[in-house]
């Protein structure tokens, strides 16, 4: 019996280190394809013979590519900012009202998680032309704050429910009215989620390549995921230079869920447990 074990454990843990492996395999491949000079970057199996930093110098002295940044990192902040005060307000309502319909616009928004994204880009598309909104930003926000909703109200409902009730009574035996109970008491208490959930979104933002396809045709405007395409044209394509610029965009999520990882996990697992 302790055999047994001992073999499970060992072939759990070689699956666990068998998937780390193909996870850092294709990051690792790509930092260091970035230091490689235009004579080694399509060997596949090779190694760098040095530092060959003009790829990094052509990311930063590319407009566009240097403007996508900061348009990400827009499109990023504020879709996680109004998706947080949105599905805070309307899982309150659901974790703490005992009406029934609140329980069927729960499970309504949940259900909305199976539809794939794809199956409403047509329309999508066209909402987005009758409001004239095309080659916007403030469509892109729309669009990530509306597909990503139902995960937050899933997130913020269950992390809501473990707090405990006697909160609210004690508020409003306090005289705090609704929405004071909501922003004084439990929006306070909400940060672990809040992290789990603005991870979760910016990292889905900042690699999505349909939705900027479909929406976005200014240079000026373009994301990362389309601004790596500066590097491509007719007659050539600067490999060096786009793993360069992809080695920079994963950092900003990197660093983030290094800085945030132990409010990440605990959001996650009581948005989880609890929803």
Request: charged share 15%; aromatic share 14%; hydrophobic share 55%.
């Amino acid at each position: 019996m302790v055999r047994k074990k001992t073999i499970l454990t060992v072939l759990k843990y070689i699956f666990i280190y068998m998937i780390a492996l193909l996870i850092i395999l294709p990051i690792l491949y790509m930092f260091l394809s970035s230091f490689k000079n235009p004579g080694e970057v399509n060997k596949m199996v090779s190694l760098p013979s040095g530092f060959y930093l003009e790829n990094y110098k052509a990311v930063f002295q590319n407009d566009t590519a240097v403007r996508s940044f900061a348009n990400s990192g827009i499109i990023s902040i504020f879709t996680i900012a109004i998706d947080i005060l949105l599905c805070a307000l309307a899982s309150y309502a659901m974790a703490r009202r005992k009406e029934k319909y609140f329980s069927f616009l729960y499970l309504l928004f949940l259900s909305a998680m199976m539809i794939p994204v794809v199956a409403n880009l047509p329309s999508i598309y066209s909402i987005i032309l009758k409001f004239g909104l095309k080659d916007t930003k403030t469509a892109l926000v729309l669009i990530y704050a509306a597909t990503q909703i139902p995960m937050g109200i899933l997130l913020f409902t269950g992390f809501i429910k473990g707090i405990p009730r006697e909160l609210d009574e004690a508020a409003i035996i306090d005289g705090c009215g609704y929405l004071q109970r909501f922003f004084k008491v439990l929006f306070p208490l909400m940060k672990p989620v809040m992290v789990t959930y603005a991870l979760t979104t910016l990292v889905y933002v900042w690699n999505d390549f349909l939705m900027p396809l479909m929406v976005i045709s200014s240079e000026k405007k373009k994301p990362i995921t389309l601004a790596v395409y500066s590097f491509v044209n007719e007659h050539q394509t600067n490999f060096g230079a786009i793993y360069a610029m992809l080695v920079v965009a994963v950092v900003p999520p990197i660093l983030l869920f290094i800085l945030l990882q132990k409010q990440f996990y605990q959001g996650g697992a009581a948005g989880a447990v609890k929803g």
